[in-house]
Structure formats: structure tokens, C-alpha cells
């Protein structure tokens, strides 16, 4: 007679550097019947979805983690009942059974109206990985503080420390205080106070969205932005770009902009090298990489992604051109891989046609440079020799961290992109 033994699935190491991911989506629900290797859950990091096959086959007992719930490397995802032998310990895939230990309780299918009690043992952290940095860096134990955001989520404001009381602040005693000759005017109502009757949608911010939300706020919070803008005259780009395209889109690849900027790009931050450099905060070190790995933001269904083209210097326009358009289709389908979504030492974003006529992009940190690529418009300028003709025009913002990157050295960078952009010719030169 066979018996029917619990399984207990832990999320795996998914790649090196990844501490947790968020539950995108399960592919069966309790009670199902599930075979060896049969996809079990997705799970989102680092903006790249990891499709987890089942360890076991047998009945999904239960799910111990809710669809947009973080869960760390190593904490528990599914209950699987098999069939026959011993009972198996905890473990995840691929790794050497993990160290017995009581199971952490498993989420409520509904949020507790109040968050749990401060220091609660197994009680989840719910925190972004800026706010841990921050923390660390000022001593503070997560696990003693009690967050006031949604479900729990620790904010920044929790980690601030509590202001001191000033002499306006402090309760009058009552031989001194004088009855108010009016009652104070009421504050204004904060957005969340909004009766429900205006709300017409709750979007919760979630899966690659949240991703973007923690990163930006990071970027933000870390670095000290500048932007610096250049208008580059590319008539002999657009005549270059369109002669070029007429073979290149022969070989089923579409010829853009985007590869001739990448190349002038790489230029740029060969002549500057500090710019091709990531900022290690922990050591207070300036990281100058010595591969051209570019990041391509590029706009999917879910939320920006930034792919990342590596060794752009070793490649030719076509190719870039190639593959550039293979990241952006298989972005928009989510399916790219996580390590094709991380490593970039530099990033550049265009809207194409509705790049506008400038923008102050976010720097993707760590990295310290990221370029604004504007769309090109056709007007008359002076030329040199006091004649008025028409020209294509274009706008490039460069955002740059002002902690490591003085604002000459922003200018110089852009004025080589610029010489690169306006004699394109000199791009070719460049691989000889």
C-alpha cells in the first residue's frame, strides 16, 4: 500500500545576485495533479520572468505564496503531495537539502487589518532593496520596525528618526495657555482620503511595474542628477542612414537611427571613460569598466525594459542594427533572458518619432550616464557662409551623476558624440 508523503518546494537560487522574486503567475492551483518538470510558477527579477518547473509530480497541497507576494531564495512556494518513500525535507531545486526548520506560516489568503506586532518572529520584511541599503547603513534592524505603508511595506519615513519636540510644539501648561479665539482651520485632506465614489480604478503596482518603481526611486534617491543638451545637425546622417537601409533591409533588418548613435556613443566613451562606469556605494569607489555593454531602454506591454547590447564596440551597424530589433521583439514578448537585462555600463533612450524635443532621462543606476535620443526635425538654419538653407536637426540630453561627473566632462563627452553624429563617415574610420 503505497503512502502519500508532503513535499515542501522552497524558491531556488535563480540566478547569482538574486536574493528574492515576485510571483508572477501559477500555472496550477490546489489540488491540481502536476508531473515532473511541468511548469509550476513564474517568478519576476530583475525585470526578467523565470518560468520553475515542478520538482515532483503529484497533488499541489497548497500555495504559500499569492500572486504579486515577494518571496526570498529559499523561502517556501508550494506544498506537493507524492506518492510513496520518506518524507522528503524542504528543499530547492538543484540544491543540497536545506537545514530542517519549522516552515514559516503561509500568508493569509487576506491582508490582517492591522500589520503584525513589531519584531514578530516569521514575520516578512516587506521592504525595497534601496530601503535595506539604507538601513544597513544606519544600523537599524529591519525586523524591529514596524512599516506604514500598504500590507506593511516599510517607507523611508519609517527609517527616519523620530524629530525632536521644539518649544512651539510643546503642550502650553494651563495657568499660561490662552483659549484659541477660534477653532483651528482644518488640514487638507491627503489623495488617499479621496472618497471612494471618485476613484474609478485601483491599479496595484506590481510585477515588472514595481521593478521600475523601486529602481527609479533608488536612482533617484542615490545619485545627483544633471542633464546637459546638444542640438546636433544630422542632414548627412539622414542621407547616410537612408542609402545604407535600402541593403540592410534586404537582409530583413530595419535600418533606425538607434545603431549609428550607439556607434558615436561608444566613440564618445572611449575618448571619456568615466562615463563608461558604474558607482559602487558600499566602497565609495568609481567602477570604470573597460567592455562597452550598452543599455537599449525599450518600451513592452508590462513597462520599460533595457536590454542590453554587449560589446557594441566589437560590432558593426548591421549587426547592432540586428540586434537591437531581436531584443526589442523577443522584450515585447517576455522572453528575454534575466543576464540580458543586467551588466549595462551605459544606457540610452529614444521615442523614435515622439522623442519630443528633450527630456531629462533617470539614470539607470548604478550606472552614472545615460543618453536622451529627441526626434529629428527639419528647419532652416544660417549656414557659415551667412546663407539660410533647411537642415535636420536633432536634440541629445545626456543625464550624468554630479558626485563623480563634473559638468565639463558631460559637455566634452556630448561634443564627441556630436562630432561623430554630424560626419558620420568618421564612424567607419573608427573600426578600421
Known sequence: MSTTMSFEFRLPDIGEGVAEGEVVQWFVKEGDEIREDQPLVSVLTDKANVEIPSPKSGRIARLHAQVGEKVKVGGLLVTIEVEGGSPAPSTTAGAAPAVAAPAPAAPAATPPSSPPPTGREGRRILASPYLRRLAAERGIDLSTIRGTGPEGRITEADLAPPAAVGPAERTPSPTSAEPPTRAPAPSAPSPSAASESEVSERIPIRGIRRVISEHMSESKHRAAHFTYVEEIDVSELVVLRDRMAK?????????????????????????????????????????????????????????????????????????????????????????????????????????????????????????????????????????????????????????LDHRVIDGYEGAQFLATVKGYLEDPHQLFAEMA
Not at 514578448?333 to 534575466?338: D, P, V
Not at 551605459?346 to 550616464?369: D, H, K, Q, R, W
Open 247 to 399: 541593403h540592410v533591409e534586404k537582409q530583413g533588418t530595419r535600418l533606425s537611427y538607434l545603431p549609428f548613435i550607439v556607434k558615436a556613443v561608444v566613440a564618445g566613451l572611449k575618448a571619456h571613460p568615466r562615463l563608461n562606469a558604474t558607482m559602487d556605494d558600499a566602497h565609495e569607489e568609481l567602477l570604470v569598466r573597460s567592455a562597452y555593454h550598452i543599455g537599449i531602454a525599450t518600451a513592452a506591454p508590462d513597462g520599460l525594459l533595457v536590454p542590453v547590447l554587449r560589446n557594441a564596440d566589437r560590432k558593426s551597424v548591421t549587426q547592432i542594427a540586428r540586434e537591437i530589433q531581436e531584443l526589442a521583439e523577443r522584450g515585447r514578448a517576455g522572453k528575454l533572458q534575466r543576464a540580458e537585462l543586467i551588466g549595462s555600463t551605459f544606457t540610452i533612450t529614444s521615442l523614435g518619432a515622439l522623442g519630443g524635443v528633450l527630456a531629462t532621462p533617470i539614470l539607470n543606476y548604478p550606472e552614472v550616464g545615460i543618453l536622451g535620443v529627441h526626434k529629428i526635425q527639419r528647419r532652416p538654419v544660417y549656414r557659415t557662409d551667412g546663407t539660410v538653407g533647411p537642415a535636420d536637426l536633432m536634440n541629445l540630453s545626456v543625464s
